[in-house]
């Protein structure tokens, strides 16, 4: 399938001539063939005309007209090895290429398989459609093979979930599905398939077709009244960005608005929320702030609920978010201290902020800096090199190996999962492309998200850092990225234990009452050399830079497999 990609065949199908993906040409040299074609035909279609042409899929009973229907189109179809593995890299591609993600998957249990990493999509704010196989209308409610009632399972995770109900939709159905995932808080949507419909034949007429802008997300502009409200003065203001401007370019969006407003404006995408230790020892500058603007960032568990002691009790707050009910909920938990808000898109008012930035007050450089000193702050007994030990390697040693190969190009991509090790390289590697498993706090995505950071970039470093048991969930994705020849570099820290969850029995009952947490020390780095990759074992921090020298120039899939001390994830505070 992978060498369809870009192949001119559009020449061998049918497709109608007003739709406005169809060249002339095209028409010219088809028009004498059958007009009609099946609902298939008419998503997969819809699909590549939207340019949405990388497909994460499984195979399926339910979907195998869709399979069909993608040969002779310029769809990508990249088949893996779990259902919830093609959700993650729709969400993983979403989040870097900036496009709506797609997943495939079969009806019934392959749906019931992919629901759950909708969760991690819907917490991180990134824009995908689920698109289920689903037992056909006519067999409904009597016993169809593998009937669910698909779109009430994914509603709760998506932002919106439907069953296609005519095969003449169809095309609709996709745009509509785009416009809502890319529409105010990006998020996942489901749209199931009754195979009956796929497989319908139907006259090809130009209300098939959708146009361009039916899949334009649906804009939510900040009023300039909203705008200056928003920058009125404050002593010690914050501005508070959620996931979506967490991305690469919301970053950058964010530190523009910083410099134009002279307001600190910091994001936030980690369940770890203000023990986020990327964020350094941020709570302790939180805790003063006077002015709190939510720029799409939702007032939850992430904030402590933005209770004393972490948020001042007097502290005020403004609300610009494009979710009616957020803003609601802010009201309800802050009473009068909401002073003003506005139902707005985060990067649109960003932008909006940044343009109206002249006319606000600015509030004093003190606050600014010392924001920033403390979002900077990491203990000085972090050494910049951890000298090597005969010990098992420290999660710091393992991310000092990391760095050159990160540094080297600004394109490498960085990406951290579960559990404790995961929260180190987030705490001392800042590359320009990261991305987490986010404010979900589910863990298990980071090969399946290695594998799309890999279509979506060709070149440059594709580092994963995971735990042992993390690297559990998805190991099988070694295959899938053996087979389409994706490199990365999976970095196991090894500690033979759940720890996240041992560390939390560790605090709360103590050592004797630890259990249930246990790994074993196992050979992860043989999984991934049985299945065609590169594998080492890494038992000491002098043999890590050297093992990730060769992993790159393998330039294959790789797993490091590194034995690693047991220790906690870092909490940071300067007076702890
Ligand atoms: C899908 C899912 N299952 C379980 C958990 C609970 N959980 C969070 S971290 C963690 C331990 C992760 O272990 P490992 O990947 O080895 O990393 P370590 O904490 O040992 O560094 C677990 C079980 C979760 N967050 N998400
Ligand atoms: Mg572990």
């Not at 009609?36 to 042409?53: H, P, S």
């Not at 990508?76 to 259902?83: A, G, I, P, S």
């Not at 390697?393 to 995961?422: M, S, Y």
Request: net charge neutral; with cysteine.
């Amino acid at each position: 399938m992978r060498a369809l990609k870009g192949a001119n065949v559009s020449g061998l199908v049918a497709r109608n001539p007003r739709h406005r993906y169809c060249s002339p040409d095209a028409w010219e040299a088809t028009s004498a063939m059958a007009s009609k074609i099946r609902g298939a035909d008419i998503l997969a279609r819809t699909l590549d005309g939207a340019g949405l042409r990388t497909i994460f899929t499984l195979s399926g009973n339910h979907i195998m007209a869709l399979f069909d229907a993608a040969l002779g189109t310029g769809l990508q179809l990249v088949h893996v090895r779990h259902e919830a593995a093609a959700v993650h890299m729709a969400d993983a591609w979403a989040r870097l290429t900036g496009q709506c993600g797609i997943a495939l998957v079969t009806g019934g249990p392959g749906h019931a398989n992919a629901v759950g990493a909708l969760l991690t999509a819907l917490a991180a704010e990134s824009p995908l459609v689920l698109l289920s196989g689903h037992a056909a209308t006519h067999e409904l409610g009597r016993g169809a093979f593998q009937e669910l009632p698909q779109a009430d399972m994914a509603l709760p995770a998506t932002k919106a979930a439907w069953t296609a109900h005519s095969a003449h939709e169809l095309g609709r159905d996709l745009a509509r599905a785009v416009r809502i995932a890319r529409s105010g808080r990006p998020g996942p949507v489901h749209l199931s398939l009754p195979l009956d419909l796929l497989e319908q034949k139907l006259e090809d007429t130009p209300a098939l077709w959708p146009h361009a802008a039916e899949f334009a997300p649906i804009s939510q502009p900040l009023a300039d009244r909203a705008a200056d409200a928003a920058l009125a003065g404050a002593k010690r203001p914050l501005v508070l960005g959620g996931p979506t401007l967490c991305t690469t370019s919301g970053r950058a969006l964010l530190r523009r608005l910083a410099a134009a407003t002279g307001v600190p404006a910091i994001g936030m995408e980690s369940p770890r929320g203000i023990n986020d230790p990327s964020l350094g020892a941020f709570a302790e500058v939180l805790a003063q702030a006077d002015l709190i603007v939510l720029l799409g960032k939702s007032h939850d568990f992430t904030l402590r609920f933005a209770d004393p002691p972490f948020v001042d009790r007097a502290c005020r707050f403004i609300a610009v978010e494009p979710d009616a009910a957020l803003i609601d909920r802010v009201g309800k938990e802050k009473g009068p201290r909401l002073m003003a808000s506005a139902i707005a898109d985060a990067a649109e008012a960003a932008e909006r902020l940044i343009a109206r930035s002249l006319r606000a007050v600015r509030p004093s450089e003190p606050w600014a800096r010392e924001v920033a000193e403390a979002i900077a702050y990491r203990p000085s007994s972090w050494p910049a090199r951890v000298a090597d030990t005969a010990e098992k390697v420290h999660p710091l040693q393992l991310c000092h190996a990391i760095a050159p190969h990160l540094a080297q190009d600004r394109n490498a991509i960085l990406i951290c999962d579960g559990g404790e090790v995961g929260q180190w390289p987030q705490a001392v590697l800042a590359p320009a492309r990261r991305i987490i498993n986010g404010v979900a706090g589910s863990i298990g995505a980071a090969i399946p998200f290695a594998i799309a950071a890999r279509l979506a970039e060709p070149v440059a470093p594709v580092i994963a850092v995971m735990g042992d048991g993390t690297f559990g969930l998805h190991m099988a994705e070694f295959d899938t990225a053996v087979r389409y020849r994706l490199p990365f570099v999976a970095v196991v820290g090894n500690d033979a234990t759940w720890n996240a969850e041992y560390q939390i029995q560790l605090r709360q009952y103590g050592a004797d009452r630890a259990h249930g947490c246990e790994l074993l020390p196992a050979r992860y780095d043989l999984v991934a050399t049985a299945l065609g990759g590169h594998g080492e074992l890494v038992t000491t921090a002098g043999e890590m830079g050297p093992a990730m020298q060769r992993a790159v120039a393998s330039a294959r899939p790789a797993c490091l497999n590194v034995m690693l001390q047991r220790v906690p994830a870092p909490v940071l505070r300067r007076n702890a």
